[in-house]
């Protein structure tokens, strides 16, 4: 924990940014997190305080590294690193970045469709289409090009299949292989 002294950072919400999103497999992560009461908590938490992982389990009574993990990867938390009192180590702490969404997109029912499907089917139920992608792209096909050729999908489709895996990222038109920092 922190001092006696030390107080959480605050956040000033007044500043909050607004996520804009202009690709629909994004919804992806983002229904995935509002979605779940956990990974709801967590942002929630994250509002207004700088957080580490340990305080954020402390205070909710649960396992945030999931949470964390997606949080992240959705863009919707930032880190810095928490300097705790000397010869303990230093932690990473967190807080939400965003506290309104805009949507601006437009796309086929079908590719909606997906993406839904997609988010909320249990992971086992899209296990193999996502373990399929995730090979492709560690064996260092990353084109969104090529991909949509090896899998016969749409970019859409492969993108939203990328956002519900762990292991992989969006870079434009590449799909990457996503190294974990933490």
């Given at each position: 924990?922190?001092?006696?002294?030390?107080?959480?950072?605050?956040?000033?919400?007044?500043?909050?940014?607004?996520?804009?999103?202009?690709?629909?497999?994004?919804?992806?992560?983002?229904?995935?997190?509002?979605?779940?009461?956990?990974?709801?908590?967590?942002?929630?938490?994250?509002?207004?305080?700088?957080?580490?992982?340990?305080?954020?389990?402390?205070?909710?009574?649960?396992?945030?590294?999931?949470?964390?993990?997606?949080?992240?990867?959705?863009?919707?938390?930032?880190?810095?690193?928490?300097?705790?009192?000397?010869?303990?180590?230093?932690?990473?702490?967190?807080?939400?970045?965003?506290?309104?969404?805009?949507?601006?997109?437009?796309?086929?029912?079908?590719?909606?469709?997906?993406?839904?499907?997609?988010?909320?089917?249990?992971?086992?139920?899209?296990?193999?289409?996502?373990?399929?992608?995730?090979?492709?792209?560690?064996?260092?096909?990353?084109?969104?090009?090529?991909?949509?050729?090896?899998?016969?999908?749409?970019?859409?489709?492969?993108?939203?299949?990328?956002?519900?895996?762990d292991k992989l990222a969006v870079m434009g038109q590449r799909i990457k292989e996503v190294e974990d920092k933490e």
């Open positions: 924990g922190r001092g006696p002294y030390e107080v959480h950072s605050e956040v000033n919400t007044m500043n909050k940014r607004t996520r804009i999103i202009n690709d629909p497999s994004e919804l992806v992560p983002l229904l995935q997190i509002f979605g779940s009461k956990r990974h709801k908590k967590v942002f929630d938490a994250l509002l207004n305080l700088w957080m580490t992982k340990d305080e954020l389990e402390e205070t909710l009574g649960t396992d945030v590294a999931q949470s964390i993990k997606i949080l992240k990867k959705s863009g919707l938390i930032e880190s810095q690193w928490h300097m705790p009192e000397p010869g303990k180590t230093p932690q990473k702490e967190y807080h939400s970045s965003y506290s309104k969404v805009q949507t601006n997109f437009q796309c086929s029912v079908e590719d909606m469709s997906d993406i839904i499907m997609l988010t909320f089917k249990p992971y086992e139920e899209v296990k193999d289409v996502i373990e399929e992608l995730e090979k492709l792209v560690i064996e260092g096909n990353e084109s969104m090009s090529s991909l949509t050729r090896a899998l016969n999908k749409s970019p859409m489709y492969i993108r939203a299949v990328a956002r519900r895996s």
